[in-house]
């Protein structure tokens, strides 16, 4: 019998499932994609390492959990306060995914989760059903509210007015003599932010340089047009070696991450019933990405500190 299931396997829920592995739960994690990470994903390309979310990060307070996942010595300084995985952000996720035992369930889409008894209920659009003890939702908010409609409608009705900005990832690697302007002062609101390092880790050698822009879109636009707009911004007349666009409908909530947000967090949570967490980027305190820069360590956190809170829960009604 599964004590808890844990549906999204993006960082928050990959950092659910290895507290409960360490803390040996019975746990099954429910993926659709056919790979565990979302937006997080790292890419080889003549010499350069790409990330398809942001590639630079706030330093991970949590050492204990780095050096337990042997990613210490992957972690290189690219700026004043930002880090970079020398091998790219997806080995967080390879490192995370590397240490769980319990069930997995890949190409799996959710449709809807309910009770029945003092279980909830968990059905996949396949039809096939499941049960748990406790339940850990790692979903963006409008999955998530379509999961919920049911069980939660009205938290659920506040998850479907959550909104989203149009960001494109283009990374684009040059030969540093094709890069003599300053690319900060270009920035504006088609470009909101620009990471850049010529760490070695990350590239053929020191005489490269590793661009990620930000590129803000109302329209969508093709990968090749993405490329030429950056390009034109940042380099001029001169192409990239290698170039990459990602773009992820649910990677930047439009919020301003203050206090209104944090309340309109709050307030759905407790629209929940006893036994569920929600938790994911969306729901942070502090915005994710700052200036094109990620924040990890709160999405690591609270995806632990729901496994936590699920077991106490599972404790408290005597093994529910």
């Known amino acids: 019998m599964r004590d808890v299931v844990v549906i999204g396997g993006g960082l928050s829920g990959l950092s659910a499932c290895y507290e409960l592995e360490r803390r040996g739960a019975a746990y099954t994690v429910i993926e659709v994609k056919r790979r565990f990470g979302g937006g997080i994903r790292s890419a080889r390309q003549d010499g350069f390492i790409m990330d398809a979310s942001a590639f630079a990060f706030r330093p991970i307070a949590d050492g204990a959990l780095l050096k337990d996942l042997r990613l210490r010595e992957q972690v290189i300084q690219i700026g004043s306060d930002s880090c970079a995985f020398a091998a790219g952000s997806e080995t967080l996720i390879s490192a995370l995914a590397g240490r769980l035992g319990g069930g997995r369930l890949m190409r799996m889409a959710l449709s809807s989760v309910g009770s029945l008894g003092n279980r909830y209920t968990i059905c996949l659009e396949n039809g096939i059903m499941l049960d748990a003890g406790a339940l850990i939702l790692a979903l963006p908010a409008r999955y998530a509210a379509r999961a919920l409609w049911n069980l939660a409608p009205d938290a659920a009705e506040e998850l479907a007015r959550f909104r989203y900005d149009a960001i494109y990832r283009v990374s684009l690697g040059y030969h540093k ?33 590793l661009i990620q822009a930000g590129l803000r879109s109302a329209d969508d636009i093709s990968a090749d047009d993405a490329i030429s707009l950056a390009t034109k911004r940042f380099a001029g007349s001169a192409p990239p070696l290698v170039a990459q666009v990602d773009y992820w409908a649910e990677a930047d909530l439009l919020s301003e991450y203050g206090a ?5 967090v709050s307030a759905i949570r407790s629209l929940l019933p006893p036994g569920l967490s929600l938790i994911g980027s969306d729901y942070c305190r502090e915005a994710p990405n700052s200036q094109g820069v990620a924040r990890l360590g709160e999405r690591i956190q609270t995806g632990r500190r729901a496994a936590c809170d699920a077991l106490s829960y599972l404790r408290a009604a005597g093994g529910r």
């Open 260 to 264: 209104a947000h944090r309340n309109i």
């Open 177 to 209: 003599r094709d890069l003599s302007r300053c690319m900060e002062r270009d920035l504006d609101e088609t470009f909101p932010f620009i990471i850049t390092t010529d760490q070695p880790e990350r590239l053929p050698d020191r005489d490269h340089r």
